[in-house]
């Protein structure tokens, strides 16, 4: 009996925990896939992107993925086509090719479909400047035919640094207070994308980190997709988790930021006393050297360099400077000075 009884209870608690088992392992199967989902979804795709204007070939065929809930970084150059790709994006202007595909399912030319999703400041944002930052929100929110609740307008304000000076003109604001001004304004209808052209442009020191500030809270408390264009290496690698490098109307280069940006592989530039001498050593070492009158030059694993730089110093080579540039960052350097 007493057997019987264990057996019973065995049975049940195998049947509970098989039960537990399954539909727990169900549940986060689940929540491992929507969560995989939403990282990895495709929430804007761009496929072989041309724009002339005139005779002129402002973009060549570009390509770009953006995922949801990332920031991506358009970065280029003046003149590299990051204006008119947003343009494009916003339906400001048409392509003469290629295709621009938002949410997996909306074209270009249904994208009025896809407008309402989507928030954006294309090269800077305009308001009413006699009237008060408050209003100007009050006026933008009567083009939304769902309304906008006052509590959010407010709500906005809060979130973008501005209360205390809502009631104030916009004429009395700083280029870093007008810049998130804008930003409340795209956020009104709670759009799911965010896209910012060029956003820092202009700004001061303290305008830029409160600007940058607000786009990371941006994705990280409000899940919003943000893709800005920005000429400042420095800034995209701050913000973006993924980038596309843009140069007279192509991409070349696209991915994570941090993968892009691989600390280990860098350029070398280095001053000694004896630049001629120091190039045959570090040649010897196995690296192709060129020399220009300040300097010498090499591309070098990071970790490498103490090791160049003990051998140099035992050889009593007298070094005056060691900078190193990450390869990617020499590369949109030259990019930007050309
Ligand atoms: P910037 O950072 O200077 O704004 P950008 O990367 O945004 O540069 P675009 O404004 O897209 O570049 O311009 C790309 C190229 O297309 C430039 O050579 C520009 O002169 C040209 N271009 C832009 N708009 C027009 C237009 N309406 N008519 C003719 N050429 C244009």
């Known amino acids: 009996m007493k057997h019987k009884a264990c057996e019973l209870v065995h049975t049940r608690n195998y049947f509970v925990e098989h039960f537990i088992c399954k539909h727990l392992t169900k549940t986060c199967v ?66 003469n ?12 030319k249904d994208l009025n479909d896809a407008l309402p999703r989507i928030g954006s400041i294309i090269e800077e944002p305009r308001f009413y400047p006699y009237l008060s930052g408050k ?100 800034e995209v690698e701050q913000m973006a988790d993924s980038m596309a490098i843009i140069n007279k109307g192509v991409c070349v280069s696209q991915g994570n930021v941090s993968e892009l940006l691989s600390k280990n592989s860098v350029s070398v530039s280095l001053e000694t006393d004896d630049l001629a001498a120091s190039k045959v050593m570090i040649e010897a070492m196995g690296y192709s050297v060129t020399q220009d009158q300040k300097a010498i030059n090499f591309n070098a694993e990071l970790d490498a360099i103490p090791n160049v730089v003990s051998k140099l110093t035992a050889a009593d080579h007298k070094i005056f400077r060691l900078d190193h540039r990450r390869k990617l960052e020499d590369y949109f350097l030259k990019l930007t000075a050309a």
């Open 97 to 108: 090719k290629g295709t621009v595909r938002y949410f997996d399912k909306i074209d270009l």
């Open 30 to 95: 689940w929540i491992a896939t929507s969560c995989n989902r939403s990282m990895s979804e495709t929430i804007l795709s761009v496929s072989g992107l041309e724009k002339y204007y005139g005779t002129f070939h402002a973009l060549k065929g570009l390509d770009l993925e953006v995922k949801r809930g990332e920031i991506f970084g358009l970065l280029g150059p003046n003149g590299a086509g990051k204006t008119t790709m947003i343009r494009i994006l916003v339906g400001l202007i048409k392509p």
């Open 135 to 234: 209003l100007n929100l009050q006026v933008s929110a009567r083009y939304y035919p769902k309304g906008i609740t006052k509590q959010r307008i407010t709500d906005l304000i809060e979130l973008v640094g501005l209360t205390g000076r809502e009631s104030d003109r916009v004429s009395t604001y700083s280029q870093g207070m007008r810049q998130r001004l804008g930003i409340a304004q795209a956020m009104l209808n709670d759009p799911e994308i965010i896209i910012l052209d060029e956003p820092t442009n202009g700004l001061d020191p303290k305008g830029i980190i409160e600007l940058r500030q607000l786009i990371i809270r941006l994705k990280e408390e409000f899940g919003k997709t943000v893709i800005l264009s920005s000429h400042i290496l420095s």
